[in-house]
């Protein structure tokens, strides 16, 4: 069965590090997302993408955090600047069509890269 | 903005029935999901609703009104395996983008 693969699926950083997480979508999704969770918190939106480019981000995203998809495959996030507060659970998702006309909200969520910002 | 209520934990007995309720408010409402996440692991689909009504999949059913700004996901024949956070989440757009966002979930935990 296909799935959202994710790497590293631990990372332990010193503040003030960049950091990359990596994620490789179901091969066929066209939108990719990425949430992040607070230990004993709610899970957060972060970003989408689509075609390239960015369609939406909260208010977390800001200029430290930026996204790419530098091939055909992977979909990262990079923190420029870690901050004792960005220590998370990040959450790569992809789903296959726009949700807006989709039959189904699914979203494919891979197993998640455990950020511990010393 | 978006809020988005439902309860903080709940318990209940293995093969009993429970209902975890949800209110929200948004503009721009597109569907409301529900997902389940066990502990220390990634949300897994449950449910997508987009129109008023109740959706039945197995064990689990997820009931949606849109004036009202209220669901409910209702969970039959309780197993231990059941025990996880439940996510109301709702997809909601303005100005041409969209956005899926979840409330704080729903600790549910079953006992024997």
């Known amino acids: 069965e296909p799935e959202v693969t994710q790497t590293p699926s631990h990372q332990v950083t010193q503040m003030g590090q960049e950091v990359i997480l990596r994620c490789v979508p179901i091969?066929?999704?066209?939108?990719f997302y990425w949430y992040r969770q607070i230990l004993g918190q709610k899970v957060e939106f972060l970003v989408s993408f689509y075609n390239n480019e960015i369609s939406e981000k909260s208010e977390i995203f800001d200029d430290q955090f930026s996204v790419e998809r530098p091939d055909g495959s992977n979909f990262t996030l990079k923190i420029r600047s870690t901050k004792l507060e960005d220590s998370a659970m990040y959450f790569c998702?992809?789903?296959?069509?726009?949700?807006?006309?989709?039959?189904?909200?699914?979203?494919?969520f891979g197993e998640g890269s455990r950020l511990t910002v010393l | 903005g978006q809020n988005i209520d439902q309860p903080t934990e709940m318990t209940a007995t293995e093969g009993a029935i429970v209902q975890i309720n949800c209110t929200y408010q948004?503009?721009?409402?597109?569907?409301l999901f529900w997902y389940q996440q066990h502990a220390g692991e990634a949300p897994t689909f449950l449910s997508y609703n987009v129109l008023d009504g109740l959706e039945e999949k197995g064990r689990f059913s997820s009931f949606l009104s849109r004036s009202k700004g209220y669901s409910y996901l209702l969970l039959k024949e309780l197993q231990m395996k059941d025990s996880a956070s439940y996510l109301c989440?709702?997809?909601?757009?303005?100005?041409?983008?969209?956005?899926?966002?979840f409330g704080k979930g729903t600790k549910l935990s079953v006992i024997p």
């Open positions: 948004t503009s721009g409402f597109n569907g």
């Open positions: 989440g709702i997809a909601y757009s303005g100005a041409g983008s969209y956005q899926l966002t």
């Open positions: 998702a992809s789903s296959e069509r726009h949700l807006i006309n989709a039959n189904t909200g699914e979203l494919f």
């Open positions: 091969s066929n999704h066209l939108y």
